[in-house]
């Protein structure tokens, strides 16, 4: 069965030329106006991936995309008409998976959407041999990260930046390096990859698992244990 695709977006001509592009590309879709229609949408559909306008009626796209981290890891690219690098860079560290900026060729999101779908594809695709760094465990077959058996609250993005660094503990990947595993078809800054470990070092930190990302001055970062 075909990716579901939901559009969520207040513009009704713009809501309609994405859903008819998605169709041509052989997406199933489904639509919502408004923030809250949004997460209603997401709860009965479970769509494959959201394409979420930020500038929504009630409540925000940011706001959605909060409580869609918060109960799940569905992949969700930002629609928005604010070009400015941080607002690029607060959805991201929110857990958007890319954004586009409006005003966009409909073409260029249908390929950002393949982009990103198949980056979570690949995710299912890589080896089964869950990678061990100290007591951090990342099963890329499941995709969860846990420490100490308990498992990390991860976004997609930070998963596959911690699994890349999980492949060789002890090397020191530069920024450029991450962000073309995590984000190879997007054209988002390299200073996202800071905003996405942040995050992700404040959750090892949490469990008890500080220590193990480490910042590579001049470099990027390395994933090691302590020993």
């Given at each position: ?15 309609e ?9 052989g ?19 479970s ?22 981290r918060?109960?799940?890891g ?57 990678l ?32 890349q660094?999980?492949e ?7 920024r450029?390096?991450?962000?073309a ?37 001049g470099?990027g ?7």
């Amino acid at each position: 069965m075909s990716a579901l695709i939901l559009i969520v977006e207040d513009e009704p001509q713009l809501a309609e030329v994405l859903e008819a592009y998605a169709r041509q590309e052989g997406y199933r879709t489904e639509r919502a106006a408004d923030g809250n229609a949004a997460l209603t949408a997401y709860r009965a559909a479970s769509p494959d991936l959201i394409l979420l306008d930020v500038m929504l009626p009630g409540r925000s796209g940011l706001d959605v995309l909060k409580t869609v981290r918060a109960e799940g890891g569905t992949p969700v690219i930002l629609v928005t008409a604010r070009a400015e690098e941080t607002d690029q860079i607060v959805g991201l560290e929110l857990g958007a998976d890319d954004y586009v900026v409006k005003p966009f060729r409909p073409r260029e999101v249908m390929a950002r959407v393949k982009a990103v779908l198949r980056r979570a594809t690949a995710l299912l695709d890589d080896a089964d041999r869950p990678l061990r760094v100290g007591p951090l465990e990342v099963d890329r077959r499941a995709v969860v990260a846990r420490v100490h058996g308990e498992t990390l609250s991860l976004t997609p993005a930070e998963f596959r930046l911690l699994s890349q660094l999980a492949e060789a503990p002890g090397r020191a990947y530069t920024r450029e390096e991450l962000l073309a595993a995590a984000l190879p078809d997007s054209d988002a800054l390299e200073r996202v990859v800071d905003a996405h470990l942040a995050s992700v070092r404040r959750k090892l930190d949490a469990a008890r698992a500080g220590g193990l990302l480490h910042t590579v001055r001049g470099v990027g970062y390395r994933l090691e244990a302590a020993g």
